[in-house]
């Protein structure tokens, strides 16, 4: 009697949840789905798809989403590693200062700091101000996939510096204490001690970044220009300009399944390196 009213108690609970999960997720999932089958003489098909991965155009747009994202990946996970282990190793107001520097730009709206990146990378803005007062050449820096990247990992950086201080913090420091007094070197003890145990913080990141970036709208549209055309913002496009639904549809499950395949590869990636450094 006791187990089938815990189960009742246990679907009651959960119903909210999955009931959340079924009309605000899945059955919007589905209906892009049935959106992105429909064809122009009616009824449904690949026609959308064929197109959007048919098209010379269409496959470099989403090729540059790919590339977008992986090189923020990977320079925010370069500037963010070290971060994180300052982070980590801090105590006291140090470390409370340290997580406050990488916590307050979360506080901000994206569209606000992606204008703060345009004040700065601007014709009239710090880097060339200071570069007219030494009477040097300006450079032209936004409209381009520099001031795309740059501002991205600025606005990214918060969520893989959190991840790895997490799993740093979670690291006995004796380990490493223990390498040294047995002869290994700090570069040594990092590569087989910090590093392997810091993998779930460094894969949880690249995951989120990853994500977070290739979806990324709002900063392409502000920093790029009509060279540097994303899925996302051609995604907009296709919705606003042209309000072509059918084709946006099959353009924004383009983007997801991408996200899902690339998502397992990382997953598959990280689960090797944690096997090989076992």
């Known amino acids: 009697m006791m187990p089938n009213r815990f ?16 009309v605000f997720f899945i059955g919007p999932l589905l209906l892009n789905v049935e959106v992105s089958l429909r064809e122009q003489g009616g009824g449904h098909g690949l026609a959308q798809y064929l197109r959007a991965l048919g098209d010379a155009y269409y496959v470099k747009v989403w090729l ?31 470390k409370g200062f340290l997580i406050f520097l990488i916590v307050t730009p979360l506080l901000i709206n994206v569209v606000v700091r992606t204008f703060g990146w345009m004040v700065v990378l601007g014709r009239s803005g710090l880097i060339n101000g200071t570069l007219r007062a030494f009477d040097l050449p300006t450079i032209n820096m936004l409209g381009g996939w520099f001031a795309i990247g740059i501002t991205l990992v600025h606005v ?11 799993a740093l913090e979670g690291i006995d420091q004796a380990l490493e204490q223990a390498a040294l007094t047995l002869g ?10 910090i590093w392997p145990l810091s993998l779930d913080g460094v894969i949880t990141g690249t995951l989120l970044v990853f994500s977070l970036s290739i979806g990324s709208f709002v900063t392409v549209m502000l920093m790029g220009n009509n060279r540097t055309m994303v899925l ?24 997801l399944v991408t996200v899902l395949v690339i998502s397992g590869i990382q997953l598959a990636i990280g689960h090797r390196l944690r096997r090989g450094q076992a």
């Open 184 to 193: 290994a070197k700090p570069a040594a003890a990092f590569r087989y001690i």
């Open 232 to 255: 996302p913002v051609m995604v907009y496009q296709q919705l606003n300009l042209s309000s072509d639904w059918p084709f946006a549809a099959a353009l924004g499950m383009v983007l």
């Open 64 to 94: 540059q989403t790919i590339v977008l994202a992986a090189c923020v990946t990977f320079f925010t996970l370069l500037f963010g590693y070290p971060f994180a282990f300052a982070i980590a190793r801090s105590r006291g107001p140090v």
């Open 156 to 166: 990214m950086l918060p969520f893989m510096v959190l991840s790895i201080a997490s």
């Open 7 to 22: 189960r009742l108690s246990t679907l009651a609970l959960l119903a909210p949840a999955v009931i959340g999960l079924l």
